[in-house]
């Protein structure tokens, strides 16, 4: 912004060619020629260029006394839509002893040729005039020099404010940066974001990608910046909705609750029996291939477009869809082979705080975790053109009753590794065991009765009467005391809980359980 004393010096040097001065009030063409002019910046220069109005050409002032009609004329030009890009312009009154001034003051576009009603103005040396073929070339090149990534570009209309300074300085720059260099970084925050591309110093504001990651309010500028859970019950939008989430806020707040929700909500686990003597885990949706697919959904996402990353749950399987389609260089026919980033730096972000990686090998991995799961591998959609869809179905492996391998075998292979005696011995203790059973049952039957009425019948009785005996016993020490394996316990004491059977208040360790 202007002052005084550098207005004066600018008014005086009349070889500046950054400068245009008139005494006219109501030349609005003349006006805007001139600001499109400054806009296009033909020399590369880079400096601002000043329409002074109230001021003959060497530099005196004309008494002009500058009045609101007249500011809010000037102002006007920015938004009425004559001039295309939009032009970067500040208006501003100055008084003095001799009269007053009104200047604009334009900054040169990053995205020229800018245009005034079609045509492109620009100025060579003292004077304005339509470009030439040439100019024009030299103006588009520039543009396409300058272009960024909409992460990159500055989100205008934002300041420093609008971000989580705190968080940033927590729990990004500790990990994005060398602790040695930081310590002795004593750069301002803003610098510092500059530097690794999230804010713009020259229009001192963040970056589209620094509101997404770290903003206070990034709907507030970008509305679709955020991820919708819903869980419809049937296999289509028809069914009823059991349940719904908005995930909203930045990125460094909201990907750790989406991974702590597919984790404990989306990836339910249970074990299944194999044999006799062994069993497996299978998840519904395994953890990390579902929690990729929702991370590469987001980090691909367009931030142009106000629609949200859907991720939506059916009976038979998850979709998930973000807008924009594939993206630069990527083709349905080369894809996962080559990648390109329409947000680079929000993916270098989310690869530093460890939600992505970025070298191509996340959809193998997947595609490898869903077969082994039972899932089957995901479905890319690329027919949406405007948006892009993948379908994860559900496991069948997770619904498989168990006993999938042949039992007889396994068990003639144990039989083969115990002692030759074991099946003798084993008999005699069973003949001899079944004998005094039967001879208590005749002289106590009604105790025996009682004891098999108190004895638990399952896995889930079990727990329950371990949990009777001691209302503080740990999982751990159920999985010692019962003889069952971490997932089985874990499984099972889930199904209870859910079902509001049981339910354990306070911390792992200190707390305890609570039958219903």
Same mark, same amino acid.
């Given at each position: 912004m202007l002052i005084q004393s550098q207005l004066r010096h600018i008014l005086s040097d009349t070889e500046s060619h950054h400068v245009e001065r008139t005494t006219s009030t109501d030349n609005m063409d003349k006006f805007c020629q001139a600001i499109c002019a400054f806009s296009n910046d033909v020399s590369g220069s880079s400096k601002n260029g000043y329409l002074i109005i109230g001021a003959y050409n060497n530099g005196k002032l004309s008494g002009l006394k500058v009045d609101d009609k007249l500011l809010l004329q000037i102002a006007n030009i920015r938004t009425d839509g004559n001039i295309l890009p939009q032009p970067i312009m500040t208006v501003e009154k100055f008084s003095f002893d001799d009269g007053d001034v009104l200047v604009a003051e334009v900054q040169p576009s990053e995205f020229p040729p800018v245009? %005034?009603? +079609?045509?492109?103005? !620009? &100025?060579?040396?003292?004077?304005? =005039? *339509?470009?030439?073929?040439?100019?024009?070339?030299?103006?588009?090149? &520039?543009?396409?020099?300058?272009?960024?990534?909409?992460?990159? *570009?500055?989100?205008?209309?934002?300041?420093?404010?609008?971000?989580? !300074?705190?968080?940033?300085?927590?729990? /990004?720059?500790?990990?994005?940066?060398?602790?040695?260099?930081?310590?002795?970084?004593?750069? $301002?925050?803003?610098?510092?974001?500059? @530097?690794?591309?999230?804010?713009?110093?020259r229009y001192d504001c963040p970056t589209n990608g620094a509101i997404v990651l770290f903003g206070t309010n990034p709907e507030r500028y970008l509305p679709g910046s955020y991820v919708q859970y819903v869980r419809f019950k049937g296999n289509d939008r028809a069914g009823d909705i059991v349940n719904e989430y908005k995930f909203s806020g930045n990125l460094c707040v909201v990907l750790p609750r989406i991974d702590t929700f597919i984790e404990t909500s989306i990836s339910q686990k249970r074990p299944i029996p194999v044999s006799v003597l062994r069993e497996e885990t299978f998840s519904k949706y395994p953890y990390w291939a579902t929690r990729e697919l929702l991370m590469n959904s987001i980090m691909h996402r367009d931030h142009e477009a106000n629609g949200a990353v859907q991720f939506y749950e059916y009976d038979d399987r998850i979709e998930v869809q973000n807008p924009g389609g594939l993206y630069g260089k990527v083709t349905p026919e080369n894809f996962p082979n080559v990648s390109d980033y329409r947000n680079p730096f929000i993916a270098e972000a989310m690869k530093v705080? +460890? %939600?992505?990686?970025? /070298?191509?090998?996340?959809?193998?991995?997947?595609?490898?975790?869903?077969?082994?799961? +039972?899932?089957?591998?995901?479905? /890319?959609? /690329? @027919?949406?053109?405007?948006?892009? &869809? !993948?379908?994860?179905?559900?496991?069948?492996? %997770?619904?498989?009753?168990?006993? @999938?391998?042949?039992?007889?075998?396994?068990?003639?292979?144990?039989?083969?590794?115990?002692?030759?005696? %074991?099946?003798?011995?084993?008999?005699?203790?069973?003949?001899?065991?079944?004998?005094?059973?039967?001879?208590? =049952?005749?002289?106590?039957?009604?105790?025996?009765?009682?004891? $098999?009425?108190? &004895?638990?019948?399952?896995i889930q009785e079990k727990i329950l009467q371990a949990i009777k005996n001691n209302p503080s016993i740990t999982r751990k020490e159920l999985e010692i005391q019962l003889g069952y394996s971490h997932g089985s316990i874990k499984y099972h004491i889930q199904v209870m809980s859910n079902a509001g059977v049981i339910k354990h208040e306070g911390s792992t360790k200190s707390g305890k359980w609570i039958i219903l």
């Open positions: 245009r %005034y009603r +079609g045509r492109v103005w !620009v &100025r060579v040396g003292p004077r304005k =005039s *339509m470009a030439t073929e040439a100019e024009v070339k030299i103006l588009t090149e &520039r543009r396409l020099s300058n272009v960024h990534t909409f992460d990159a *570009m500055p989100c205008l209309g934002t300041t420093i404010d609008d971000l989580d !300074v705190k968080l940033i300085k927590k729990e /990004f720059l500790p990990k994005a940066v060398a602790e040695e260099v930081l310590a002795e970084d004593k750069r $301002s925050i803003e610098e510092q974001l500059a @530097s690794l591309g999230f804010y713009d110093l705080l +460890g %939600y992505v990686n970025r /070298f191509s090998r996340g959809v193998y991995r997947v595609q490898k975790e869903l077969e082994e799961n +039972g899932n089957g591998k995901a479905i /890319f959609d /690329f @027919s949406l053109v405007t948006a892009f &869809r !993948v379908v994860e179905n559900v496991s069948k492996r %997770y619904f498989e009753e168990g006993f @999938s391998v042949n039992i007889a075998q396994e068990k003639e292979e144990t039989t083969q590794k115990l002692p030759r005696n %074991y099946p003798e011995t084993t008999q005699k203790k069973e003949d001899k065991n079944q004998r005094k059973a039967k001879e208590t =049952s005749k002289k106590h039957p009604r105790n025996i009765q009682e004891t $098999s009425k108190k &004895r638990p019948r399952n």
